[in-house]
């Protein structure tokens, strides 16, 4: 038999054993729900079981260093993140893992947008005020993230580097304890996501001055985009895909993509997915692995141009 006959063979029993699947995120986050709403129809798919393992460490770059190591034979999948897969390259130049040399892209899974919210002492209305403010008073305007190099200091980076205004970032560790300084006015604003804020801006202890990807949010659809109020061309979206080791066999990757994109189309999936107020992708492995190049383009410009560098 042939090399490549056995690989067929080999793709066609696939899977024969359980099937890992590294998440660089906390159990119980948006990335972790969306990974454990796909593999149990994933393991109904191949009848073997996929394995939610959870390994968080350098801002979800351990994760990644991880997968990196592992057999290329289809048993190890990685969640990928913007933060780690679009972000980390541009933040870090001694990045132990390039997503572009040492993984194969699957398919990307969901793009969400995310919503600039502030404290409602704000004076600003919207993004076109917010910046009038800004450079009216350079520096007095402080955002929240949950730490450098994460979707929200990027995305609120970009608006600083893109209006030409000074703004003083404040990191945390992690989304909750960001969030409780906003709300109490310490903070002025955060690009949070949208499941992360709705409660809050329900409530009235935020008020949202826009959303962040091109087209207006369902879950907000009265919110205008930051893109029509106040900066064309603004587009950023967190984003979650799967990704395996460099040199998976094409026939696997193929099956790995096809029974994924499946899965995330299913209605009770796509139900789950709905609440982060996002859209689901499932597209080629070659349309994702031009995507993440791209993004990788996009956040070093934006590093650079802010002078941005990890805390």
């Known amino acids: 038999m042939s090399a490549h006959a056995a690989t067929a063979c080999a793709a066609d029993a696939y899977p024969v054993k359980p099937v890992r699947w590294i998440a660089p995120v906390l159990a119980g986050g948006g990335g972790d729900l969306i990974a454990r709403a796909v593999a149990p129809k994933l393991s109904e798919a191949w009848g073997q079981q996929v394995i939610i393992d959870n390994r968080v460490g350098g801002g979800g770059t351990l994760g990644m260093t991880i997968a990196m190591k592992m057999p290329a034979d289809g048993y190890t999948m990685v969640l990928g993140v913007m933060s780690f897969v679009g972000v980390a390259p541009a933040l870090y130049p001694k990045l132990a893992y390039d997503p572009r040399r040492d993984f194969v892209a699957v398919t990307q899974i969901l793009d969400a947008p995310l919503i600039l ?59 909750p304890p960001a969030l409780t300084d906003v709300v109490s006015g310490q903070v002025t604003m955060y690009m949070t996501t949208v499941p992360g804020g709705m409660a809050l801006i329900k409530s009235g202890r935020l008020k949202v001055l826009g959303s962040s ?18 900066l064309p061309g603004y587009d950023v979206t967190t984003w979650y895909g799967v990704l395996a ?20 189309r299913l209605p009770d999936v796509q139900e789950r997915f709905a609440s982060e107020g996002g859209d689901i992708v499932g597209n080629s492995s070659e349309e994702f692995g031009a995507f993440i190049a791209r993004e990788i383009a996009k956040w070093t410009k934006v590093a650079k141009d802010a002078g941005v560098k990890p805390d």
């Not at 080791?245 to 899965?263: E, Q």
């Open 117 to 175: 919210a502030a404290h409602p002492s704000l004076p600003a209305k919207n993004v076109r005020e917010l910046i009038a403010l800004a450079k009216a008073k350079p520096g007095s305007i402080s955002y929240a993230s949950p730490g450098s190099g994460t979707a929200a200091h990027m995305a609120t980076e970009l608006i600083r580097s893109m209006s030409g205004t000074q703004m003083l970032h404040v990191p945390y560790r992690g989304a």
């Open 213 to 230: 990807s091109l087209k207006r949010t369902r879950a907000l659809p009265d919110v205008p985009t930051i893109a029509e109020s106040g």
């Open 245 to 264: 080791p460099v040199g998976l066999p094409a026939p696997i990757l193929t099956r790995m993509n096809t029974d994924i994109v499946r899965a995330i």
